[in-house]
């Protein structure tokens, strides 16, 4: 068996070769992963030691790793409890060193794992192995002669005797590892998957239409749709079947059926049959090979989850990670606004560093219609904060909400006031929590979803860390992938992004600080108690005055916490406590401060700072962080704006050119908001003139575009939109997908995507609620007089 260091050698060289690195990165980056080591330390502050290895292919290894010591340990596993049948030839275990997949290793292990006794061990017991032998070997025995030869007690007759050959036969072809790994294969780039809706399950399921007969390869299915067929069947809707070829082709699906049977046959030394056994074998093949497709009909089935999840939870990663380093808007007085209609529009402010200092609820849409005096109140909350920024929910009655506030801004100029509607996904499970009781005790749980909407404009990152990832509302089939792969995918995102940006340590919320490398939930409540008890840190060092706050923690996490106006003006940057020695010998020999300019650092030769602890990845990156100290990575601020008179799906005509917020990136295309209370489709074929493989490649969650609205069906709740603003919609009354954006259909019919995420089953988003808005139309007015004469018809003036 092979040694520890022999399996540590051949991990470390199997996930160099899929990363395209050398075996001495991996080994560094494990060594560095074992000894407690967080993917951002060691992605921004190990550099020399992992060759730059990036935090996206530490996440990668990570996950490999995790993989390969497991099949490593199951390997081990084997091994040894075949030596312990004294079974294990020298073949056997290089079959098994060998087998790189978990799949293949049960494959070789099948024949030696202990199972209940089954019909071919019982035939065997009863000495019925060699029949099977002699009828295989030589086809010209007559099967019922050669089968009375050996009845017995145990075997009562002829018939017995052949059944229980053929057992022997059939448990032998579904043990061959070669055959069932190359019948695996095969079926799944040759097979097919069908669905076909179950009787009478038409009606009920009528979001799967495009499913109820159909049929693609395995090797070439999306995720989304993979995941959309098995939640139907779930739900009773489809019956799923994996078959040899097209079954639609029955000619094509003899003819495949055949040559897998062939293969069967070759495996068994039956490939020649002939003679009276010759039919008898002929049947036993075709029961072998029914076992057989059964089987890897369940393994293809798992492969095919297995890839789509992968599939949905990268997808679902990309998105957080774009939504988490949306751009902020900064430390800005914003208005947050929780629209409603019946329980009234819910208002926070908060001032520039997120503390809040006024609520209200206004109500002025239906059924109370206190359009004016709402006005008057937040005209009144604007002025006496000094509000610069309105954040409106994109729950119900957004847009009847953004009406009022886009009349706010036109009665108050000299305010200069942005507004922005925001997702509001999470804002109620955030209200609710205890973490939300805590931060805003007292106040009621329906005016926290207000605050939380001002603070996420603000700081998408520092607020959105407060919330369950799985509850930001920008992954796809969230319900349909396994828990635990989910949460550590987007944890891990959560905390790469959050040591991108930097964390303010005497400002930061628990939340906040417990997703800084090395600190988590307890230690991120130890630094804000001690901070709460002391006052504001003056430097990093005093972190090792927080309890519990060791050596190991505080080398993890310094680089990432910010200490801005401190004793040590290098705690505002980037750079790591470490490396302050070779920071200064920088600034020395810039004769610069703390902000040298650009001119002063390019003079100098990265290499002369280089020494026996410092590399040159890590000189170069305190060049770059001296240049501009702080430096938030995230984009600049920009604001959408919707169409006047564009409020619903009717309202669309194909051709217009509209600003949209990019919601949600799937694997076929990308979700906008254009105002409307229903997202539209950029499908992947509409969003380049070029080849796009990846929708994440041409947008981002968050993301202001411009799109051309090329289809609009209020009925159906489809919006069909095009990032190729030079494309010609379709004329009025075109058939549906002709000039459209939804680009040619894959095989079978091109069904649209059907899952979670704020999505229905036709690859939109769900309608956000909100009726035609309730306002009072009125002339448009100067905004001196208009202000007046809302004071007056509120009886305030």
Known sequence: MSTGADAAARIYAQIAAELGVAPWQVRAAVELLDSGSTVPFIARYRKEATGTLDDTQLRELDERLRYLRELSERRRAVLEAIEAQGKLTAELRAAVESAETKSRLEDIYLPYKTKRRTKAQIAREAGLEPLADALLANPAL???????????????????????????????????????????????????????????????????????????????????????????????????????????????????????????????????????????????????????????????????????????????????????????????????????????????????????????????????????????????????????????????????????????????????????????????????????????????????????????????????????????????????????????????????????????????????????????????????????????????????????????????????????????????????????????????????DMTPSGAELTGLDPAEFVDESTGLPTVLDILSELRKPGRDPRPAFKTATFSEGIEKIADLRPGMVLDGVVTNVAAFGAFVDIGVHQDGLVHISAMSSSFVSDPHDVVKSGQVVKVKVMEADPERKRISLSLRLDDDAPAPGAAAGQGSARGSRPQGKRPQPSGQGGRNAQGGAKPRGGTASNAPRRPQAAPDSAMADALRRAGLA
């Open 142 to 592: 007559d099967p019922e002669a050669e089968a009375g030869r050996y009845v017995n007690e145990a075997v009562p007759d002829a018939a017995e005797a052949l059944a229980g050959a053929r057992a022997i036969l059939v448990e032998r072809a579904g043990q061959d590892a070669d055959l069932l790994t190359e019948a695996r294969e095969k079926l799944w780039k040759q097979g097919r998957l069908r669905s076909q809706v179950r009787a009478g399950k038409e009606a009920e399921g009528q979001k799967y239409s495009d499913y109820f007969d159909f049929s693609q390869s395995p090797s070439g299915m999306p995720s989304h749709r993979v995941l959309a067929l098995l939640r139907a069947e779930k739900e009773g809707i489809l019956e799923l079947g994996l078959a040899e070829a097209d079954p639609a082709d029955a000619e094509a699906l003899a003819a495949a059926r055949q040559r897998f049977e062939n293969s069967v046959a070759f495996r068994l030394g039956a490939a020649a049959a002939g003679g009276p056994a010759g039919a008898w074998l002929q049947q036993t093949v075709q029961l072998a090979w029914r076992r057989i497709h059964a089987k890897l009909s369940v393994d293809l089935r798992v492969r095919l989850f297995q890839d789509a999840e992968a599939e949905a939870v990268r997808v679902f990663a990309a998105n957080l990670r774009d939504v988490l380093l949306a751009a902020p808007a900064g430390n800005r007085a914003t208005l947050g606004l929780d629209p409603g209609l019946r329980t009234g529009v819910k208002v926070a402010v908060v001032d520039g560093t997120g503390k809040v200092t006024a609520t209200d609820t206004v109500y002025p849409h239906a059924p109370a219609r206190k359009w004016d005096e709402a006005l008057v109140r937040l005209a009144d909350l604007v002025k006496k904060h000094r509000v610069e920024l309105v954040a409106i929910g994109n729950g119900t009655a957004s847009r009847e909400t953004d009406k009022l506030a886009t009349e706010l801004i036109r009665l108050l100029p000299d305010a200069k006031l942005e507004k922005l509607v925001v997702s509001e996904a999470g804002a109620s499970v955030y209200s609710a929590s205890a973490l939300a009781a805590a931060e805003l005790p007292g106040m009621d749980v329906s005016l926290r979803g207000a605050v939380s909407i001002a603070r996420r404009l603000q700081d998408p990152l520092a607020e959105l860390v407060k919330i369950d990832p799985k509850s930001i509302g920008v992954g796809q089939y969230q319900h349909d992938v396994t828990a635990a792969k989910l949460d550590r995918s987007l944890d891990a995102v959560v905390e790469d992004c959050v040591n991108a940006v930097g964390v303010d340590v005497n400002t930061a919320s628990p939340a906040l600080l417990s997703r800084v490398a090395g600190v988590g939930p307890l230690l991120s409540e130890n630094i804000v108690a001690h901070r709460n008890a002391n006052g504001p840190f003056a430097s990093r060092k005093d972190l090792l005055k927080v309890p519990r706050l060791g050596a190991k923690a505080f080398e993890q996490c310094a680089g990432f916490l910010r200490i801005t106006g401190g004793s040590e003006p290098l705690d505002a940057s980037s750079v790591h406590p470490e490396s302050y020695g070779i920071a200064r010998r920088i600034l020395a020999a810039a004769k610069a």
